[in-house]
């Protein structure tokens, strides 16, 4: 009798298994939302400028076979830009998929200024005046910023870098 009910045991704890890897993967996919506020600084080469407060509501999309996507608005000094969804780079393999993940790369593709994606659809003028996050890391479960590297684009003016990860800007 008692071998039995073994088999019985081995598929409800099989079935609870696989029930439970099911459920993982449901909630892994759910987009994180996350209001992070921070100070940036603009940097040239290794000289620390002025400081910026930067306001990110953003959500995370996490996949199993990419790097994270984020996307929502960022606001840098009262300049808010949002998300311009389809301008985010993709992998050019599933392999690149794969590898982006496994190094934690943050994929963002480009913020644009509020006003200009307003009405215009064209990419040439999304990108003119435009945040893009070259690097960013995240604290806990996306609680807070690590360290972020942010480029802004702007017309006719040469690129600005702001960074949030001062300690490693000053060798310490």
């Given at each position: 009798?008692?071998?039995?009910?073994?088999?019985?045991?081995?598929?409800?704890?099989?079935?609870?298994?696989?029930?439970?890897?099911?459920?993982?993967?449901?909630?892994?996919?759910?987009?994180?939302?996350?209001?992070?506020?921070?100070?940036?600084?603009?940097?040239?080469?290794?000289?620390?400028?002025?400081?910026?407060?930067?306001?990110?509501?953003?959500?995370?999309?996490?996949?199993?076979?990419?790097?994270?996507?984020?996307?929502?608005?960022?606001?840098?000094?009262?300049?808010?830009?949002?998300?311009?969804?389809?301008?985010?780079?993709?992998?050019?393999?599933?392999?690149?998929?794969?590898?982006?993940?496994?190094?934690?790369h943050i994929s963002s593709g480009y913020f644009v200024e509020a006003e200009r994606l307003a009405g215009r659809g064209d990419?040439?003028?999304?990108?003119?005046?435009?945040?893009?996050?070259?690097?960013?890391?995240?604290?806990?479960?996306?609680?807070?910023?690590?360290?972020?590297?942010?480029?802004?684009?702007?017309?006719?003016?040469?690129?600005?870098?702001?960074?949030?990860?001062?300690?490693?800007?000053?060798?310490?």
């Amino acid at each position: 009798m008692e071998n039995a009910r073994r088999p019985g045991l081995g598929r409800w704890a099989v079935g609870l298994l696989l029930a439970g890897l099911v459920l993982f993967v449901i909630w892994y996919h759910i987009p994180l939302h996350r209001t992070l506020e921070v100070t940036a600084y603009e940097t040239e080469w290794d000289v620390i400028g002025e400081p910026a407060v930067l306001q990110m509501d953003i959500t995370l999309h996490r996949s199993f076979f990419r790097g994270t996507v984020v996307r929502g608005t960022i606001e840098l000094d009262g300049v808010p830009y949002v998300s311009a969804l389809g301008m985010e780079p993709k992998p050019n393999s599933f392999l690149g998929g794969l590898r982006e993940k496994w190094y934690g790369h943050i994929s963002s593709g480009y913020f644009v200024e509020a006003e200009r994606l307003a009405g215009r659809g064209d990419a040439i003028y999304m990108m003119e005046d435009s945040l893009w996050i070259v690097s960013a890391s995240f604290r806990g479960f996306y609680d807070s910023i690590a360290g972020l590297l942010l480029v802004r684009r702007i017309p006719d003016a040469p690129s600005v870098c702001y960074t949030v990860d001062l300690p490693t800007l000053l060798g310490n």
